[in-house]
């Protein structure tokens, strides 16, 4: 299946990437003690006394046996043999019986060119754009590095604009494009380090100054660990815990992102703001303004009134990519599988599961959801999976505002991002943690914390050395 992928592989980079990965991968699964500061967990061993919690949190709190876990992605899990674990299908798919998902797969990985180009499928790159494919950016579906040697930002973080009160910039609009086919791009943006890892972006080159209170805002390129389990999810199980004025008193006051996409009121739920609602929303989003592309839901090009570049140029298609290639992209990221849990050490593993429930990281990263019965494809139906979320917004607090509002969301308030999958990430030294990619550490993210979450970012410094290597051995194992 490797070779597959990597037939047209991008570039020199991925290689390299998917080889660390792919190495990382091994590392970890066989030292997955290792701390993130490159210091040895093992001093969390069975042999020692239990951390400083009651009841033995290794135990389920509800039976006080063991814990039983299933597996992390129902029947759409993969366990890690020799492959990419973030670009594998759920088992038993048979691509005779889906072609589209082979199709998604290439759509995916491919370069798209300025129109006229010699693929027409593949023709209508531009002329403003980010990255010429979505895997340039979802290296293999994982995240891509963030910065360049030379300090400017890479495909890995891209820029939204937008004030306090959710208006775009008149001249550049809702997002940088920092690529142009012809003609200059919208702009560049360096990183410069304010202190603890916080970045400030700084914009240059820019084609136009920005408008009165417009910010940029960081929106680094997710992993896309089971996207179509997610998109299953019914919206009622989320709003359970939709609790905006915290009724319930438990200083958590998460909400959904209500939005109206196509004309149908819906949840948001992909997006580090949940600014989607669907996966085909995602995709059309990101063809759009990520890469130029028109598509049957945005059919006009990416540019403003004031910027004449767009209609200069000629059109890749009416529209750029077709209704079938956005249904085969779709078809690909729903069926992609989730890699399934590492487990070095059981016990530790278990006491690490307990005191992120003890500490309170559960009351946002809620540790499983239900599928409904909605998919065509029967093995992604009624499954139970570990994903960590609740995906609903929360504040969290001043450090982590982006200055903007983006839909209804404000500039302080993130949605819980799913956390399976995470510990592969940390082992690719490129890779980094929250929205704007400040954290290269999974403590970091963790200390970066406040607003709802600030008591369970002091429940988890409160606890002994033990316990937090405990605690990182278990987020590294989903
Ligand atoms: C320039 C980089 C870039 C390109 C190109 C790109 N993406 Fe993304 N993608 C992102 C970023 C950044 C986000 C987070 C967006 C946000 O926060 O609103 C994202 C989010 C997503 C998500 C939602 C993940 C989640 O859990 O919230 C999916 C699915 C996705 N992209 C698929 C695609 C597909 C399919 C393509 C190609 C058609 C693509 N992307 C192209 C950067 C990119
Ligand atoms: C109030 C809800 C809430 C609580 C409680 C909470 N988190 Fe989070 N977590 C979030 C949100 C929202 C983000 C994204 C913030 C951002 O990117 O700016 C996040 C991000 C993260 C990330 C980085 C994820 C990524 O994809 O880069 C990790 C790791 C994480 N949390 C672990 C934890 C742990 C461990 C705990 C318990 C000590 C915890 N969280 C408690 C809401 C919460």
């Known amino acids: 299946m490797k070779n597959i992928f990597f037939r047209h592989q991008p570039d020199k980079e991925a290689a390299h990437w998917a080889a660390t990965l792919l ?96 693929r027409t ?12 494919a979505c895997d340039d950016c ?3 579906s994982g995240r891509a590095a963030s910065l360049n040697d030379d300090g400017t930002t890479s495909h890995g973080i891209l820029f939204r604009l937008g004030t ?73 199980q989320i709003l359970q815990w939709h609790d905006p004025d915290d009724q319930d008193q438990d200083g958590i006051s998460g909400r959904a992102h209500s939005l109206e996409r196509e004309g149908v009121a819906c949840l948001g739920r992909f997006g580090w703001k949940a600014v989607q609602c669907t996966l085909r929303g995602q995709s059309a989003g990101a063809l759009h303004q990520d890469m130029g592309l028109t598509t049957p839901l945005n059919p006009a090009e990416p540019c403003t009134d004031q910027q004449s570049i767009c ?59 239900t599928t409904g019965d909605t998919s065509a494809f029967e093995q992604l139906n009624q499954q139970t999976i570990y994903a960590y979320t609740d995906l609903l917004l929360h504040d969290m607090g001043e450090a982590l505002s982006d200055g903007m509002k983006e839909g209804d969301a404000g500039d302080r308030e993130w949605k819980t991002p799913p956390l399976w999958g995470l510990g592969l990430i940390e082992g690719n030294g490129d890779s980094r943690f929250l929205h704007d990619g400040r954290a ?25 050395e033990t316990g937090q290597q405990d605690l990182l051995v278990f987020l590294r194992g989903i």
Do not use: K, M
């Open 23 to 118: 190495l990382s991968t091994l590392t970890l699964v066989s030292l997955s003690g290792c701390g993130a500061d490159g210091t040895s967990a093992d001093s969390g061993t069975t042999t020692e006394a239990p951390v400083d919690t009651t009841p033995d949190p290794s135990t389920d709190p509800d039976t006080e046996e063991p814990r039983e876990w299933q597996a992390v992605g129902g029947a759409a899990t993969v366990t890690f043999q020799d492959d990419l674990a973030f670009l594998q299908f759920i088992p038993g798919l048979d691509l005779a019986t889906a072609p589209t998902v082979s199709q998604g797969r290439e759509l995916f990985v491919a370069d798209w060119t300025a129109a006229p180009g010699s």
């Open 138 to 140: 979802h290296l293999v």
């Open 311 to 369: 209609s200069e140029q000629p059109s890749g298609g009416d529209p750029e990519v077709s209704l079938d290639s956005l249904n085969a992209i779709n078809d690909f990221l729903t069926l992609l599988a989730v890699y399934d849990r590492r487990i070095d050490d059981q016990t530790q593993f278990d006491r690490g599961a307990g005191l992120f429930e003890q500490v309170g990281c559960d009351d946002c990263h809620r540790p499983t959801l």
């Open 440 to 464: 290269e550490t999974l403590v970091e993210a963790i200390n970066w914390h406040g607003g709802e979450a600030e008591a369970a970012r002091q429940a988890w410094e409160a606890l002994q």
């Open 164 to 236: 306090l009160d959710g208006q775009p910039d008149t001249y550049l609009g809702g997002q940088l494009q920092t690529s142009a086919t012809v003609g200059a791009p919208e702009g560049r943006v360096t990183w410069q380090d304010i202190g603890l890892g916080q970045p400030q972006f700084q914009l240059s080159e820019a084609e136009h100054t920005l408008d009165d209170g417009v910010q940029l805002g960081p929106r680094l390129s997710p992993q896309l660990t089971g996207v179509g389990l997610l998109e299953l999810v019914p919206e009622a």
């Open 121 to 132: 499928l593949l023709d209508g790159l531009g002329p403003l754009f980010i990255a010429s």
